[in-house]
């Protein structure tokens, strides 16, 4: 039934273009912008680009940003439709229904992470120490965890509108947070502690360690682990929250 519904989604996400253009190509043109950004930019030789730093940090939020969104108002879509009550009086588990949600759509995130990561490598030759292969998982991941998000947050929207609104809620915070514009040790304690258990900030710890180093760290794999269990964490608790419909 997961697969199914999995199918479902992918075949319905196949006929919307508006969607597949946002999930494909949206990232890879924010991307291009903020390459641009940085494209004048002076330094003496031996120095990083900003862009090698920031561009990397870029390719885990922005599909995260873009998964969220598109997540949340297809599910709250699929609710005020009708569709889900009519899927929900079948025999299908609703563990089933969102973990193959989040399946379609993890398929989806690991083609846009694919594209965002082939345009910064090999259009803007994104410059790091560690493998490509690392930065797609972790992007993919960070993707997954959008959906995951996306899911459960649209449990709690009426609207559409109201599903968007959860952005300054969930995402910013997470985006200011994550020691992107501010090191996390330079924040007051407060805002590091909450730094410290948002699952934004454990993607970009990773791929600081994949920018640093050639080979896998343990402290990657360690922050890739928490990820992976945020996800499933949030997974379940939107199964728990799924309801049939919109009051």
């Known amino acids: 039934m997961m697969l199914a519904t999995t199918g479902r989604?992918?075949?319905?996400?196949?006929?919307?273009?508006?969607?597949i253009a946002l999930i494909l190509v949206v990232p890879a043109l924010l991307l291009t912008a903020?390459?641009?950004?940085?494209?004048?930019?002076t330094l003496p030789p031996g120095v990083p680009r900003t862009f090698d730093r920031v561009g990397l940090m870029m390719l885990a939020i922005f599909p995260f940003v873009v998964m969220f969104l598109v997540t949340s108002i297809t599910m709250l879509r699929e609710r005020t439709t009708g569709t889900l009550e009519r899927l929900l009086t079948t025999p299908i588990h609703k563990a089933d229904l969102l973990f193959g949600y989040g399946l379609a759509f993890s398929i989806m995130a690991a083609l846009q992470?694919?594209?965002?990561?082939?345009?910064?490598?090999?259009?803007?030759?994104?410059?790091?120490q560690g493998s490509p292969l690392w930065v797609v998982m972790i992007a993919v991941i960070n993707a997954v965890l959008?959906?995951?998000?996306?899911l459960f947050c649209s449990a709690?929207?009426?609207?559409?509108?109201?599903?968007?609104?959860?952005?300054?809620v969930v995402v910013v915070p997470q985006i200011l947070l994550?020691?992107?514009?501010?090191?996390?040790?330079?924040?007051?304690?407060?805002?590091?502690?909450?730094?410290n258990v948002l699952p934004l900030?454990?993607?970009?710890?990773?791929?600081?360690e994949v920018a640093?180093?050639?080979?896998?760290?343990?402290?990657?794999?360690?922050?890739?682990?928490?990820m992976g269990t945020i996800v499933l964490g949030v997974l379940v608790l939107a199964s728990l929250t799924l309801r049939r419909q919109t009051p």
């Open 178 to 195: 994550c020691g992107l514009f501010v090191a996390r040790d330079r924040m007051n304690e407060v805002l590091e502690a909450i730094s």
């Open 146 to 150: 959008g959906v995951a998000l996306g």
């Open 9 to 19: 989604v992918l075949d319905q996400l196949r006929h919307d273009r508006r969607s």
């Open 212 to 226: 640093e180093n050639v080979e896998a760290t343990d402290l990657m794999w360690q922050d890739v682990s928490v």
């Open 156 to 168: 709690f929207a009426r609207t559409e509108f109201q599903a968007v609104q959860f952005m300054p």
């Open 34 to 41: 903020v390459y641009f950004l940085y494209e004048n930019e």
């Open 201 to 208: 900030t454990f993607s970009v710890d990773a791929l600081r």
């Open 113 to 128: 992470s694919l594209v965002a990561t082939a345009v910064a490598y090999w259009i803007f030759n994104l410059d790091i």
